[in-house]
């Protein structure tokens, strides 16, 4: 065992020379500390530190957050109802989830999270902040806000509810399209979606999807991948790989499994889709597919992986690589760019209309569907 280890070190030189200072550092500490020293919490630091020199979504889950992750999985949780990401040291919401407190308090994608309960946020990690804005279903969070356009911060009063999130909405508008509303890609979505089309085509002849995917924060990339196969024959879904140019770690590709196959298809995206969101849209534009309506989206294009629980009963949740389309254009820090571009701000042009929705019905008229 002892001569594998020193083989080992030997080809791995990069590698022993990080585990040497650390190791040196350990040695100094155990030695030469004043007190006694806790070595199970000096390990978990020292993965933590690790981890925040890589990005911000590589990080240390504790038994309750691995949880928490699993559930949310599920579409159940208790919270708010936002997405965040950190951009240049900054949280910057995603997209409030459809229907949640947070969507209901007027918490808009592209806000800044300034301070939670008047605490700044300037010093935290997304771990710390997700901490702060969660909590016990019934009570209520001081979220202080930032926002293109407003002169002064917003301070924005949530109370926290249980979440169960339905992440298919669909509903057959009078000139026999779907108007499907996809709100977060969970483990269930492709069987919703699917089960909403077919449900509409039973009594009607069904000449249209508008597949809405706007401010779906994403999910898993499982349920994207599950929903671009309902609508695609063949091909490659999506490719992940560690760097541009570099052959694909993993392909995803359809399975002859088109539920649609001769009609056409809208996409709805903004600023607030993102992550699975994002996979999906750029496969079906990739693949000619369907239509893109909307604007750019955010461009959360990494792929984060659970990682065999550690001894200390933690577990590492790490970037492992990045979403590339079927032609290969790279999603993370980009997005994915409509067909058909509308302005963020002809969202509240008129309360009563959804103009981007009107758009998308457009767009399929001009693809000769017959719609009046």
Known sequence: MLLGVVAFRYVNKT??????????????????????????ALAHSAIDGMLAQLDHYSILLDPTQLAQLQENAEGAFSGVGIEVDQRSGNFVVIAPIDDSPAYHAGIKAGDLIDAVNNQSTADLDMNQLAELIKGQPGTDVKLTLMRTGAAEP???????TQLAIESVKARLLDDHL????????????????????ARFGKDNSVRGLILD??????????????????FLQRGVIVTTRKHRGEPAQQT???????????????????????????????????????ILVGARSFGKGSVQTIMPTLGLQQTIKLTTAEYFSPQGHRINEVGVTPDVSIEESSVAADDDADLWLEA?????????????
């Open 15 to 40: 590698e022993v020379k990080a585990e040497a200072y650390v190791a040196q550092a350990l040695d100094q500490i155990r030695d030469h500390y004043v007190e006694e020293i806790d070595e199970r």
């Open 178 to 197: 779907v108007h499907a509303r996809v709100t977060k890609f969970q483990r269930s979505t492709a069987q919703e979606l699917s089960a909403a089309v």
């Open 252 to 290: 995803f590709r359809a399975t002859l499994n088109n539920i649609l196959p001769n009609q056409s298809i809208a996409v709805v995206i903004n600023a607030g889709s993102a992550s699975a969101a994002e996979v999906v849209a750029a496969a079906l534009q990739d693949h000619q597919r369907a």
């Open 213 to 230: 995917l706007r401010n779906n924060p994403g999910g898993l990339l499982s349920s994207a991948v599950a929903v671009a196969d309902l």
């Open 360 to 372: 998308a019905i457009a767009e399929l008229q001009k693809l000769n569907l017959g719609v009046e």
């Open 154 to 160: 917003l301070t924005v009063r949530i109370t926290r």
